[in-house]
């Protein structure tokens, strides 16, 4: 079946820093990709939805310049997270859509830890 | 809109017991629906899915969910929990509209099977 993986799945971090998540879909191609983040006994809140060759868009509320978004191919997209602060410390999953409407196949998630 | 509602934070239930987590949703036209499991620190984990048939949809690890149209629910139960089956899960919903697959989690709930 259909396989998405996330790069690294553990990042800690300095305050101030900038930190690249990778997210590969493994055996199929994937022209849109979404960005979750979970905190701690919390669901997931959609962040944006990667879009290949084209700009990501983003939930309200959530800063583009803050979450940068890159689909740079059919299988990959990448987060990064610029200046990062302790308060964007959270669990952050991608997932791919199987196609029509059948739902997604998401990634094991990149726990991120900002000191 | 879409919304989706998980009424209980957190599901008790001895091992061997049948088991029960509650969902309803709301959704312009027809409604996908899926329920998802998350073990800790993991990403989320594909159950079961609904787009259209039987409104009783089997899935993995003897989990099943109803899909009750007039209620706009679907509950998802097993037979005879395990304490294996301990996790959190997740209730989503989307739909096809435009072809654009955002899909909306509902705020999970822990199920815990007690030995």
């Known amino acids: 079946g259909a396989v998405v993986s996330q790069h690294p799945s553990w990042v800690i971090c300095k305050s101030g820093t900038s930190v690249k998540i990778e997210c590969r879909s493994l055996?199929?191609?994937?022209?849109?990709m979404f960005w979750y983040r979970q905190f701690p006994k919390q669901s997931l809140m959609l962040m944006a939805t990667?879009?290949?060759?084209?700009?990501?868009?983003?939930e309200q509320g959530v800063e583009k310049d803050k979450f940068l978004i890159n689909h740079a191919s059919l299988t990959l997209s990448t987060l990064t997270v610029t200046s990062a602060h302790p308060e964007d410390s959270s669990f952050y999953i991608c997932?791919?859509?199987?196609?029509?409407?059948?739902?997604?196949?998401f990634g094991p998630g990149t726990r991120l830890t900002v000191l | 809109a879409q919304s989706v509602a998980q009424p209980e934070d957190q599901v008790n239930v001895a091992e061997g017991n049948p088991l029960t987590v509650k969902c309803t949703y709301s959704v312009s036209g027809n409604p996908y629906l899926f329920w998802y499991v998350q073990y800790p620190n993991r990403g989320l984990q594909f159950l079961l899915k609904y787009i259209t048939g039987d409104n009783l949809v089997k899935g993995s690890y003897g989990f099943e969910a109803e899909f009750n149209k007039s209620q706009t629910s679907f509950h998802l139960k097993k037979p005879s929990a395990l304490v294996s089956d301990s996790a959190l899960y997740f209730c989503a919903v989307s739909s096809n509209s435009g072809g654009y697959q955002k899909v909306t989690f509902g705020t999970g709930t822990k199920l815990q099977v007690i030995p």
């Open positions: 055996d199929f191609q994937a022209t849109t």
């Open positions: 997932s791919a859509p199987t196609g029509g409407g059948r739902g997604q196949f």
């Open positions: 990667s879009n290949e060759g084209s700009k990501a868009t983003y």
